[in-house]
Structure formats: structure tokens, C-alpha cells
């Protein structure tokens, strides 16, 4: 499977760890292989900085036992991309791509986040790209796991890096995945019911069918984030408005009611926008419409979601 190039280490394995790091170049990735709150991945171009992770997970200093396993891996370059398959088992169906935006901020900057917008189909790239992973990446992973004696079944999620030396895997999710989830099903022109009841019985059958319009969908985050803990309880306000806008859906994350049965925060990413659109742009200028109508204080959201599509 294409991928970038790693090693895991144990505990005591401190210098071969170290010496593993200067072999690579540019920029690291060292990840604990544990459970690490979201924050067991350091991302750096200083090898300084990479060697001190590494003896702080290998050490036990920073997470404890679950970072005394650690992976190192060269850092990759390019946009990312997401391409969806329906698995029975045995086969897999591609169903589509969606490009996420993970940073908090416009231009890609500010920490990483569980998505602040996505957008489908993803107009540079071809549907041969797509075909390669199916082949290169998702068959075989199927493959192999079902020589383990696990027939997965459901959706798996591919996050692919288009480096300069083709498509690399970054990692899968047995999932669909959110923000992408809310701007591929709705393209879905055929019935999702039947594909998902034909992948859980072990037997895909029917062509998943794309709808030619565009998706768009706008994170409206809580103030103070990333990261926790975020502010809570404020009143929504123009959700109605929104949602009354042509093709326009909006999807609740982190709201509750208060004691009037008002809409409030109570969550990161509160709210997800979406509109469809006969293409990329138009779908985007509905979805930033609907986005602009809704209020609250410290409400923030990128503007740039879906701005490469459009270049």
C-alpha cells in the first residue's frame, strides 16, 4: 500500500529511534501508538523538536505507557484528499472524494481540527486517480483482512495525501467521516438503503450513482476553538433563515436547548452548512449565504472553504 515511509519503536529503543530520524529529511511526523487525547501526533521541520518527542513518548514523560510505542514517519507534502469506498467483504465500490479542511484558520494555518468544511466532487481530480487507490490501496487492505479472518463490511474511509510521487494513504476510518459525510450523501443520486444493506449482506450489487451537481459545507464553530474546553450556551440565531435558502441543509454537532427551548452552543464545532449547487462555486456562494444568516457571539468559520476548487 502506498504510504509514507515509517518505523515504530519501543520503549528502550531510544537510539535506533533517533538514528531512524536522520535518515529522513524536511519534515517529521511522530505519532504515539496509544491513547493520547488527540494530541499524540507532533508534526515539525526541526529535527530538534522531533528528537525531543520521540525521547518524551519513548521515556513514558509525555502520555505515560500508551506513548512508549511510537511511530516515526517522513513528513508528506500536497493537498489531501478523501475517497469514500462501500466494502462487503470481499469487494469494494468506490463512492466518491471529498477534500476536507482540517486547520482552524483560512490558509491552512492555526492547530488541526476535526474539520472545519468540505467539499464533493473535488474538481482536479480524475477519476482515474480514484480507480488507483481502489486497486493499489483499498483491495488489497481488504485482502489482507480477510486472510486475518476479518470480512470487513461498511464504509471505509481512505485520507490519501496527493504527494508529488502519486497518492500516499495517511490513514483509514471505518466510517464515513464528518464533515465529507454531509457533502457526499447528498450527492448520492441512487438509494444509499440499498448499498448499505448489500454491502452488510455481503453481496454489492447496485452501482453507487453520483449526482452531477456540487456540495458544499461550512463548519460554524464556538469561540475558543480549538481547543477545549470552548465557551457554551450562547443562542443561535438565524437557523431558520438559513435553512429556508435553496438546496441548503444544516447539520446540528454541538447544540442543545436551554430552558426556553432556545437552539445554544454546547459544543467545538456547532453547526455544519451545506448547500448544493450546479457546481463547485455555486454550491459554495449558497453555503456562505446560509453561513452569513446565522449568528451567535464568538461564532467564527473559515472563508476559504472550497477556494482551490475554484483555481
Same mark, same amino acid.
Given at each position: 500500500?502506498?504510504?509514507?515511509?515509517?518505523?515504530?519503536?519501543?520503549?528502550?529503543?531510544?537510539?535506533?529511534?533517533?538514528?531512524?530520524?536522520?535518515?529522513?529529511?524536511?519534515?517529521?511526523?511522530?505519532?504515539?501508538?496509544?491513547?493520547?487525547?488527540?494530541?499524540?501526533? %507532533?508534526?515539525?521541520?526541526?529535527?530538534?523538536?522531533?528528537?525531543?518527542?520521540?525521547?518524551?513518548?519513548?521515556?513514558?514523560?509525555?502520555?505515560?505507557?500508551?506513548?512508549?510505542?511510537?511511530?516515526?514517519?517522513?513528513?508528506?507534502?500536497?493537498?489531501?484528499?478523501?475517497?469514500?469506498?462501500?466494502?462487503?467483504?470481499?469487494?469494494?465500490?468506490?463512492?466518491?472524494?471529498?477534500?476536507?479542511?482540517?486547520?482552524?484558520?483560512?490558509?491552512?494555518?492555526?492547530?488541526?481540527?476535526?474539520?472545519?468544511?468540505?467539499?464533493?466532487?473535488?474538481?482536479?481530480?480524475?477519476?482515474?486517480?480514484?480507480?488507483?487507490?481502489?486497486?493499489?490501496?483499498?483491495?488489497?487492505?481488504?485482502?489482507?483482512?480477510?486472510?486475518?479472518?476479518?470480512?470487513?463490511?461498511?464504509?471505509?474511509?481512505?485520507?490519501?495525501?496527493?504527494?508529488?510521487?502519486?497518492?500516499?494513504?495517511?490513514?483509514?476510518?471505518?466510517?464515513?467521516?464528518?464533515?465529507?459525510?454531509?457533502?457526499?450523501?447528498?450527492? %448520492?443520486?441512487?438509494?444509499?438503503?440499498?448499498?448499505?444493506?448489500?454491502?452488510?449482506?455481503?453481496? %454489492?450489487?447496485?452501482?453507487?450513482?453520483?449526482?452531477?451537481?456540487?456540495?458544499?459545507?461550512?463548519?460554524?464553530?464556538?469561540?475558543?476553538?480549538?481547543?477545549?474546553?470552548?465557551?457554551?450556551?450562547?443562542?443561535?440565531?438565524?437557523?431558520?433563515?438559513?435553512?429556508?435558502?435553496?438546496?441548503?441543509?444544516?447539520?446540528?454537532?454541538?447544540?442543545?436547548?436551554?430552558?426556553?427551548?432556545?437552539?445554544?452552543?454546547?459544543?467545538?464545532?456547532?453547526?455544519?452548512?451545506?448547500?448544493?449547487?450546479?457546481?463547485?462555486?455555486?454550491?459554495?456562494?449558497?453555503?456562505?449565504?446560509?453561513?452569513?444568516? %446565522?449568528?451567535?457571539?464568538?461564532?467564527?468559520?473559515?472563508?476559504?472553504?472550497?477556494?482551490?476548487?475554484?483555481?
Amino acid at each position: 500500500m502506498p504510504t509514507a515511509r515509517h518505523a515504530a519503536f519501543t520503549a528502550g529503543d531510544e537510539e535506533r529511534a533517533l538514528a531512524f530520524l536522520d535518515t529522513l529529511g524536511g519534515l517529521y511526523v511522530v505519532k504515539t501508538d496509544g491513547l493520547a487525547a488527540g494530541k499524540g501526533v %507532533i508534526v515539525t521541520e526541526s529535527v530538534a523538536e522531533a528528537r525531543e518527542a520521540v525521547r518524551a513518548y519513548l521515556s513514558g514523560d509525555a502520555f505515560g505507557d500508551a506513548g512508549r510505542t511510537c511511530v516515526i514517519e517522513e513528513g508528506l507534502t500536497g493537498p489531501e484528499l478523501s475517497v469514500f469506498a462501500l466494502c462487503d467483504g470481499r469487494d469494494a465500490a468506490a463512492m466518491g472524494a471529498a477534500q476536507d479542511h482540517k486547520r482552524a484558520f483560512d490558509g491552512d494555518e492555526g492547530p488541526n481540527t476535526g474539520g472545519m468544511g468540505a467539499y464533493s466532487p473535488v474538481p482536479f481530480v480524475p477519476g482515474a486517480l480514484v480507480d488507483d487507490v481502489m486497486e493499489r490501496a483499498v483491495r488489497p487492505t481488504l485482502a489482507e483482512l480477510a486472510r486475518r479472518g476479518a470480512e470487513y463490511r461498511g464504509v471505509l474511509y481512505c485520507g490519501l495525501m496527493l504527494t508529488p510521487d502519486g497518492p500516499k494513504v495517511l490513514e483509514y476510518n471505518v466510517r464515513f467521516g464528518d464533515p465529507e459525510c454531509q457533502v457526499l450523501v447528498p450527492r %448520492i443520486a441512487s438509494d444509499l438503503f440499498v448499498h448499505l444493506h448489500e454491502a452488510a449482506a455481503g453481496r %454489492i450489487a447496485t452501482p453507487v450513482t453520483l449526482a452531477g451537481r456540487a456540495c458544499v459545507g461550512v463548519v460554524l464553530a464556538a469561540e475558543g476553538y480549538p481547543p477545549a474546553p470552548v465557551r457554551k450556551g450562547d443562542v443561535i440565531e438565524g437557523l431558520d433563515a438559513a435553512g429556508a435558502l435553496p438546496g441548503v441543509a444544516v447539520f446540528h454537532a454541538g447544540t442543545t436547548t436551554d430552558e426556553r427551548a432556545r437552539v445554544v452552543t454546547n459544543g467545538g464545532r456547532v453547526l455544519t452548512v451545506t448547500a448544493i449547487g450546479d457546481g463547485v462555486a455555486a454550491a459554495r456562494a449558497r453555503a456562505y449565504a446560509a453561513a452569513g444568516a %446565522i449568528s451567535w457571539p464568538g461564532v467564527h468559520y473559515r472563508r476559504d472553504i472550497a477556494a482551490q476548487a475554484l483555481t
